[in-house]
Each structure stands twice: as structure tokens, then as C-alpha cells.
């Protein structure tokens, strides 16, 4: 279920572009539509923004909050509602969609807090680097005070531009463009499952690894069919 995570790498550079060219002219504070997110918009918004300190620069975090809102743009609109607390404080529990307060926002499922060396071996144009490109990557992978998915990922291209070879250049961008295509991918068959498989997914990409057992046992035997399906279609794991 990791695979979920990979979603808030899409389209990051063009965010990270365009919030660079717009930062200058930009307040340094939560966006105006902050009260009228989905509660898990509003959450990683406080979390980007809570040790800002005035005067400071905040490209940074205007990129990520930036991802953010592209983020919530991808939702249909019926599933912009704000989530319930229950979602988050019944990591165990499942209720039908007949039964819960709102629709699940992250039907998309929005993570960025998850470092990329977490998701998979080490990429095969590194294969052949020696020992201190490496860990000159491994560390952008897991520095957690990254504030977003998209800033990690143009930091990763300027270390790739900066230290590869060509042959590993060239291994690297084919890497980059099978990530993007698997992302696509997976964006397209997360929108073709239902909201109660939605929530599911929401429930376990939340939760710790070794939690997920104990939660995928208390969903519905339809619920666990469709997740199992979505798993079998989604084909070739994201790099």
C-alpha cells in the first residue's frame, strides 16, 4: 500500500517553478481559501507554517503549500468536504459511506511526509555511483525537514545534474519518466475505485505498516476484494 504515497510527486516541478517566479509578490501566510479546506488540507498547512517566522524567507513553504493546493485541485468536487476526526481517531474502525459525516477528501491520498528512499531500492542509475554520491542522495531521500515532496524532487535533479555521469544522466531521466508514468497511472485507477475503497486507503496510508494488518481485517469482505483488485491493476510498482 506504500504506492499510495507517490501521488503527491505529480507535476511537482511545475509547482516548484511557478511558485519560485511568483514568491516574490506573495504574502508569507496560510493561502486566503485556508478555512474553506478539507480538514487534511488544513492540517499539513499548519504543519508547513508553524515555524515561519516573520521577516524570513518563505519560498519554501510557498512551494509546499503550493503542492497542496494543486494537490486538492485534483479532487472531484464532491470529495472536497471537510473529513471526520473519526478517520484519524478509529484507525481500527470502518464505516459505509451511508454512515460517516462527509466524503473522504483524500481519495487521492496526499502524503508527502514520507521520505522517496522509503518507497523502493536503490534506482538503477545509482547502480554503478560510487559511495559518497550515494549518501549524497540517501540524504536528500530521508531529511525530513524537507517541506514538501516537490522541493525534494527539484533537489534531487540539481544533485543528479551536478554529479552523474552522462551515462547515468541519461539512466536518471528514464527513471524520472517512468516515476511520472506510474503516477499517472495509479492517479487514473484511484479514480476509477469506490469512496468506501477510497476511505479505506485514506485509513491505511495514516496508520503504521504494522498496523495495517489489524485494520484490513476489520473491513467489509467487499472492501478487501477491491483493494485487492486495485493492487492487481495498478500493474508495475512506482519507482
Known amino acids: ?30 493561502p486566503p481559501e485556508y478555512n474553506q479546506m478539507p480538514d487534511f488540507a488544513r492540517e499539513k498547512l499548519r504543519h508547513i507554517w508553524e515555524n515561519y517566522k516573520s521577516g524570513e524567507s518563505c519560498v519554501a513553504e510557498q512551494i509546499a503549500t503550493d503542492v497542496i493546493l494543486t494537490v486538492v485541485n485534483i479532487f472531484p468536487t464532491k470529495y472536497r468536504h471537510a473529513v471526520s476526526s473519526e478517520i484519524y481517531s478509529s484507525r481500527y474502525g470502518y464505516n459505509s459511506v451511508s454512515d460517516r459525516v462527509s466524503s473522504t477528501p483524500e481519495n487521492e491520498a496526499v502524503y508527502d511526509e514520507v521520505p522517496i528512499s522509503e518507497t523502493f531500492e536503490l534506482p538503477e542509475f545509482l547502480k554503478d555511483a560510487n559511495k559518497d554520491i550515494i549518501n549524497n542522495f540517501t540524504k536528500l531521500w530521508n531529511d525530513r525537514n524537507i517541506p514538501s515532496e ?64 489489524g485494520i484490513v481485517k476489520n473491513f467489509p469482505r467487499n472492501i478487501r476484494l477491491e483493494l485487492k483488485d486495485f493492487t492487481r491493476r495498478k500493474g508495475v510498482k512506482c519507482v
Not at 507517490?6 to 519560485?20: D, E, G, K, T, V
Open 1 to 30: 500500500m506504500w504506492v499510495i504515497l507517490c501521488l503527491l510527486h505529480y507535476s511537482a516541478f511545475n509547482i516548484l517553478h511557478q511558485s519560485i517566479a511568483t514568491s516574490v509578490s506573495r504574502p508569507c501566510r496560510l
Open 150 to 213: 516537490g522541493l525534494r524532487e527539484e533537489m534531487i535533479h540539481l544533485l543528479a545534474v551536478s554529479l552523474l555521469t552522462r551515462n547515468q544522466l541519461t539512466a536518471y531521466n528514464q527513471y524520472m519518466r517512468e516515476r511520472r508514468r506510474c503516477q499517472q497511472q495509479l492517479l487514473l485507477h484511484m479514480r476509477q475505485i469506490s469512496d468506501e475503497a477510497r476511505k479505506a486507503l485514506n485509513i491505511l496510508a495514516y496508520a503504521e505498516p504494522d498496523e495495517w494488518f
